[in-house]
């Protein structure tokens, strides 16, 4: 009776994990891991996690036990001077070491399991700048910024580096985070199972917008992403339409070319140690800009291109507007360009 | 007065009164001292309860607007600096100031001066970091300063970690030569008969706490040394560009970091079990395990340091040490709750508002004890660090441990300090109130932070899953208002009309309610001599054969002997000396902030003065008579 009453219980408490993990969806939850690597991790925790919860159990009762049954009460017997007792000191330093024993085995397994990058990898160098990320595929040459794409069902080993502070970068859904560390190469694997949009974001504090330096995992199919692989190896299209070329000249003459690149024109791009912004030849194949975190719309990007630090606060892009280095009346043609830059 | 004994005496004689405004700037009286520590501590944890109210209305619905990012970077690394080493150290000190010669049955510390030196040095330190306010210009890199954030006048322009490095600088002063100060009084001045292993267990932590406060403070002061030099004067510690290397910042920060976290929270250890031995009426169970897991976590305190910098890239190696280490330190820690279960496990509870608390620290400590376990899975760490997981596990530990623990001090030792009671009604509801607003607070922390939402941002937008949970916090915080609303009202309201205290209000064990409340100057009127671990409680009561608690007669041997030395020493007081007053400690404190400005502000002529004001004051300490004639004392006195 009582050992089935137990073995219930044992099935409940994974059950009550389970929905506790599902209360707690999230577009970035390290509870609803979507790859090996982060499901790795998910699982790694989860005994622990249940021993701690024993654990609490059992020590937070023993003391509600305590209080109840030892309350002071009116003739009540004077209570007996223990000092101590060793057995029982020897055995509760002894139980909760054993206990680690058991977790740490594992726990030192996973740690070398990750620190070691499979043949067959695809390998990207990430940049953290204050405050978006620079990519550059070190097999197809692709540079992009803060919109990452993947294969699924392929190990990625991320090989990262700050230009500037330190940053970390963190996809809860597929991996834990690697801080990005000026004057080092910090490794980090990812991998998804399925294509999908993965949430992440900077997660070392970088100063004034590191709220705001977020990014995106795009996993594709194999084939999807070879596709586009190509479409990003080809240099920007030219404007077809009066206001984009419009907007292309107000880019190339403008303030916009000492920092932005776009291949196929003058504006050409840097290394990746000397860039000073987000390579903009594909601007528009891109969901976001400023870090991932606005939406690529005609409306934001006036909003940006008029008061850029108002969006984002601290953004290196100044406000040319009120500097009088950018004519608000060619804001509609830099949007119409941008928007061209498939 | 003082003026008239100035005069009298000549340039050096030292101040005479004991009242008022002056009395208090030139005592060197530890008992004042811990006051004077207490009613500042206070005051500040007003400064950096307000900033985490800020913090909590910023982050009360996605894309806040209460403050900008400029703003929101100073407020949260003020919390942490004030909570820090503003709040919780000279809450810790204030204990220590006033208790530590009490506990051990002597008149005052080994160093009355520096004692006073420590304390003014402490206060102008944080007046100092507080003044970066004035300028807009408070400290915004977070209060562990990741260099090259902090070092770096590229990437972060102003006078704003400038004013972080020279403030803790100057608190960094004022800790090592306190915790000098009590390492010697614990070594040299115990009563006779105190061995070590028969003074309580409040006395062996203050202890552990003074080492670790030597050992850990320069640590941290050649690493804001560097930060300076980098910052003032363009050297390249943690210059990557000529050579310079950010990590090592963080593993000399975190190498007092680590051992901080216990410098934080082994008083409050010490102050639960004086505690739940008086109120279940047994003795602390398994007195000399509790002693040494509390010297075993100061020791394996300094080999845990990395597991702040798991994702630092370390490597395998080194991250799997850490591992081990951090997940045995658990180990002396657990050690401490099982003894303290076991002292309250078959005793006479009695559930008056100390003991309240330090059930509620024993309750909310193991929450963070657990998490903290959690953390020394490397690979949950990669998930779980830099996130609000780690605010909740911190804040359990520094808010629900520390903070309930010096509360529970509070409570209990107020009658003593100032000789009338608390409100046991008010207690009872500050204690409700803190315990639901502290977990309303901070236990959705853990599930934000696993659903991914990093620490340290001034906004976060919608969508994300995590709006309710950051509306349930700021609601708790709202309720922690509250508390500590009824517990600043408690504490003013009883000092005037709480009741007459007496000497022993809570029938306890050790030395410091042998003698009236609030104790007189010099404390004991005559030095004690101990016989045993809880000497007070042995004079009070003998155990029958099945070891049942037995009250000594009155009248019998001991008590009478006790009654009659008291009764002595009562006309006997005159013949004790104690300290001298002085000014020149405060002074010789002035000038550090001084200092600090000429070079925040690179103004070689503040540094001047402040050094002339600093050897002005160790000059005049070093020359001024050790006391005054004592008939020129008696004179005073009539």
């Known amino acids: ?342 | 007065m003082a003026d008239a004994a100035a005069v009298r005496g000549g340039f050096f004689s030292r101040p005479r009164t004991t009242s008022g405004v002056w009395g208090w700037i030139t005592t060197v009286d530890h008992k004042r001292i811990g006051i004077l520590y207490g009613v500042t501590a206070a005051a500040f944890f007003f400064l950096g309860g307000l900033e985490s109210f800020v913090i909590r209305m910023q982050l009360a619905t996605p894309d806040g607007h209460v403050v900008d990012a400029h703003t929101y970077d100073q407020i949260f690394t003020m919390h942490g600096v004030t909570m820090i080493f503003l709040v919780i150290m000279p809450l810790g000190s204030a204990f220590f100031n006033f208790l530590l010669p009490l506990m051990i049955g002597a008149r005052d510390v080994a160093f009355p001066r520096l004692n006073a030196f420590s304390y003014w040095a402490f206060l102008f330190g944080g007046l100092f970091l507080y003044s970066s306010f004035l300028f807009r210009a408070a400290p915004n890199g977070g209060w562990f300063g990741y260099a090259p954030l902090s070092s770096s006048q590229q990437f972060n322009a102003g006078p704003n970690m400038a004013f972080y490095a020279l403030g803790i600088q100057i608190l960094g002063i004022a800790s090592v030569a306190s915790a000098v100060n009590f390492i010697v009084t614990i070594v040299n001045l115990r009563a006779p008969g105190m061995s070590f292993m028969r003074m309580p267990v409040f006395v062996w932590m203050t202890f552990v706490v003074s080492f670790l406060l030597v050992f850990a403070m320069p640590v941290i002061a050649v690493a804001l040394f560097q930060l300076m030099f980098d910052r003032l004067f363009g050297t390249n510690f943690y210059n990557v560009a000529n050579g310079g290397d950010p990590v090592l910042w963080q593993h000399l920060f975190w190498l007092f970091g680590h051992p901080e976290v216990y410098i934080l929270i082994l008083p409050a250890m010490g102050i639960v079990s004086e505690v739940l031995p008086v109120f279940s009426r047994k003795p602390l169970f398994g007195y000399a395990v509790v002693v040494f897991s509390g010297i075993a976590i100061g020791f394996m305190g300094w080999g845990v340091w990395a597991h702040h910098m798991f994702a630092v890239g370390l490597g395998p190696v080194a991250n799997s040490a850490f591992a081990l280490s951090t997940m045995f330190i658990a180990v002396p820690t657990g050690v401490k709750i099982f003894n303290w279960l076991a002292t309250l496990w078959g005793g006479q509870i009695r559930f008056r508002t100390p003991l309240l608390f330090s059930i509620g620290f024993i309750a909310m400590f193991i929450i963070g004890g657990l998490s903290g376990v959690t953390h020394a899975i490397v690979p949950s760490d990669y998930q779980q660090t830099d996130t609000y997981y780690i605010v909740a596990h911190f804040h359990y530990v520094l808010f629900g441990g520390a903070l309930f623990g010096l509360v529970s001090g509070v409570y209990y030792w107020y009658p003593k300090i100032f000789g009338r009671m608390l409100s046991e009604g008010l207690g009872k509801i500050h204690f409700w109130l803190m315990l639901i607003g502290f977990n309303l607070t901070f236990f959705p922390m853990h599930m934000l932070g696993l659903q991914g939402m990093p620490r340290r941002q001034y906004t976060y937008p919608k969508g994300m899953g995590w709006d309710l949970a950051n509306m349930v916090e700021t609601i708790g915080t709202g309720v922690l208002v509250l508390a500590f609303g009824v517990f600043l009202y408690n504490l003013v309201v009883s000092h005037r009309r709480g009741d007459v205290a007496g000497d022993d209000p809570w029938d306890a064990r050790t030395l410091e309610w042998t003698i009236p409340s609030p104790p007189p100057p010099h404390n004991f009127d005559e030095i004690p001599t101990v016989h045993a671990l809880d000497d007070f409680w042995h004079r009070k009561y003998a155990e029958d054969d099945a070891g049942r608690l037995v009250p000594v007669a009155a009248g019998g041997s001991d008590e009478a002997a006790v009654h009659a030395e008291h009764e002595d020493a009562g006309h006997g007081a005159h013949g004790i000396h104690m300290p001298d007053p002085s000014w020149y400690p405060a002074l010789a404190a002035l000038g550090l902030p001084f200092i600090g400005y000429g070079l925040v502000f690179h103004r070689v002529g503040l540094i001047a003065v402040g050094g002339i004001l600093a050897l002005a004051g160790l000059f005049g300490w070093a020359f001024e008579p050790s006391a005054e004639e004592p008939v020129a004392a008696a004179a005073v006195e009539e």
């Open chain 1, 1 to 342: 009776m009582r050992s089935r009453g137990v073995r219930g219980a044992a099935r409940l408490v994974p059950a009550l994990f389970l929905a506790f993990a599902a209360c707690t969806e999230g577009k970035q939850s390290t509870l609803s891991p979507e790859g090996p690597i982060a499901r790795d991790i998910f699982r790694l925790s989860t005994v622990p996690f249940l021993l701690a919860c024993g654990v609490f159990v059992v020590v937070e009762g023993l003391l509600v036990v305590a209080l109840f049954r030892f309350r002071e009460r009116r003739g009540g017997p004077a209570p007996v001077q223990t000092h101590g007792n060793t057995r029982l000191e020897i055995g509760w330093t002894l139980a909760p070491a054993i206990m680690l024993a058991f977790v740490a085995v594992p726990t030192v397994g996973r740690i070398v399991s990750l620190a070691s990058t499979p043949a067959g990898a695809l390998n990207v160098k990430v940049f953290g700048h204050q405050w978006w990320w620079d990519y550059q595929y070190e097999d197809s040459g692709v540079r992009t910024a803060n919109e990452l794409h993947i294969p699924t069902d392929r190990t990625v080993v991320l090989k990262m580096t700050s230009v500037d502070v330190i940053h970390s970068f963190w996809v809860p859904k597929l991996a834990g985070k690697q801080d990005v560390v000026p004057g080092r190469v910090n490794q980090l694997m990812i991998r998804a199972d399925k294509p999908g949009n993965y949430y992440g974001q900077c997660a070392e504090f970088c100063a004034l917008s590191h709220a705001n330096m977020r990014l995106r995992v795009i996993a594709q199919t194999p084939a999807a992403y070879e596709n586009w692989v190509a479409s990003q190896q080809k240099a920007a299209t030219a404007p077809s339409s009066a206001a984009a070329s419009a907007g292309q000249r107000a880019f190339l003459t403008g303030k916009c070319v000492n920092c932005h690149a776009v291949e196929g024109t003058d504006a050409r791009r840097v290394d990746p140690e000397h860039a000073q912004a987000p390579d903009l030849t594909h601007f528009a194949s891109r969901g976001t800009f400023g870090s991932a975190t606005f939406v690529r719309n005609d409306e934001n990007l006036r909003r940006w291109l008029r008061d850029p630090p108002a969006m984002k606060p601290g953004s290196r892009m100044p406000n040319y507007v009120a500097r009088h280095e950018l004519n608000v009346d060619d804001i509609d043609a830099l949007v119409a360009y941008m928007q061209s830059l498939q």
